[in-house]
């Protein structure tokens, strides 16, 4: 764990507390507000920093991330590789490069994404390149907040691992106590 990186989270104010309907489905007491980082670009460079220097000289062609926060991150650390960057955005129940996005048959992809919980965005934008016939080659995110961690086949850098508890809706405490549950970002419910 980075106390630097800590401290940013603590300093922007990205670490919330009540009851919040994650991305993945899980409700946890706790929320990373990713957008009170990528809202403060010389953070936001910091952070792609230690992605890209972590990538570096591993044969990166291109960097990819999914909408919306994945943008950002795909783009800033592309340009610290000095590779281009793409981004897949949500189609049916997965993901694909829109607007002209194409990749060479093998070439190799760093896939970005703010917060790791399941996996579930990075999987679809691997499936995305996989697609049009690109290769993984790591997956670098902001936050790791997995429980048990999560392989996807290919190198994993964070900049930060971060234990926050997670609940199914069945099982979740705060549910049980009728703590209303707020939705921030992600996907439509």
């Known amino acids: ?42 953070l936001t460079q910091y952070l792609c920093s230690m992605m890209a220097d972590h990538f570096r000289g591993r044969g990166i062609e291109v960097v990819a991330g999914p909408t919306v926060g994945g ?15 793409i981004f897949a955005e949500r ?45 993984t080659a790591g997956v670098a995110v902001l936050v790791d907040r997995s429980e048990r961690g999560v392989d996807f086949g290919v190198p994993l850098f964070s900049c930060h691992k971060l234990s926050l508890p997670t609940y199914a809706p069945e099982e979740c405490p705060l549910c049980a106590l009728g703590v209303p549950l707020t939705k921030l970002g992600g996907r439509p419910t």
């Open 91 to 135: 189609e049916g129940e997965g993901r694909a490069f829109k607007r002209g996005f194409t990749l060479n048959p093998g070439e190799q992809v760093l896939v970005v994404d703010d917060i790791l919980t399941t996996g579930g965005s990075i999987r679809e934008v691997m499936t995305a390149v996989e697609n049009l016939q690109g290769k």
């Open 1 to 42: 764990m980075s106390p630097r990186v800590e401290r940013i989270l603590e300093e922007c104010g990205a670490l919330l507390e009540g009851h919040f309907l994650l991305t993945s489905g899980r409700h946890s007491p706790k929320y990373l507000e990713k957008f009170h980082i990528l809202q403060y670009p010389h």
């Open 71 to 85: 943008v950002v991150l795909a783009f800033e650390v592309a340009r610290q590789l000095e590779v281009r960057a």
